[in-house]
């Protein structure tokens, strides 16, 4: 996506220019790498809170260690799309 404007971007994406920007606000200083961490964690988060509001049949270490496996080749999500970009220019008015 490297050089492309915006709207090209966003069209692509099928995201608002607000969606983008917000995006780019939050993400824009991450490499890929932190970002795909980011969504590990915050997929991580979920299940344990899940685990908690249940009341988990089993230890959380062990519900840990049978999930921790990553998925390989998921980098069709927008967010990786996005970051990945790199070669974002000031927002035109």
Same mark, same amino acid.
């Given at each position: 996506m490297g050089g492309r404007r915006s709207t @090209?971007?966003? $069209? $692509? &994406? =099928? *995201?608002? %220019?607000?969606?983008?920007? $917000?995006?780019k606000s939050k993400y824009g200083g991450m490499d890929v790498s932190? @970002? =795909? $961490?980011? =969504?590990? &964690? !915050?997929?991580e988060n979920a299940r344990l809170k !899940? &685990? *908690?509001? %249940?009341? #988990?049949?089993?230890s959380a270490s062990q519900?840990?260690?049978a999930q *921790?496996?990553?998925?390989? #080749?998921?980098?069709g999500d927008p967010l990786?799309?996005? &970051?990945s970009a790199k070669s974002?220019?000031?927002r035109s008015p």
């Open positions: @090209a971007i966003c $069209r $692509r &994406l =099928k *995201v608002t %220019e607000t969606t983008f920007y $917000r995006w932190d @970002a =795909k $961490r980011l =969504k590990t &964690l !915050k997929a !899940k &685990l *908690v509001a %249940e009341g #988990g049949g089993r519900s840990f260690t *921790v496996t990553p998925r390989s #080749g998921r980098c990786t799309q996005i &970051l974002w220019g000031p």
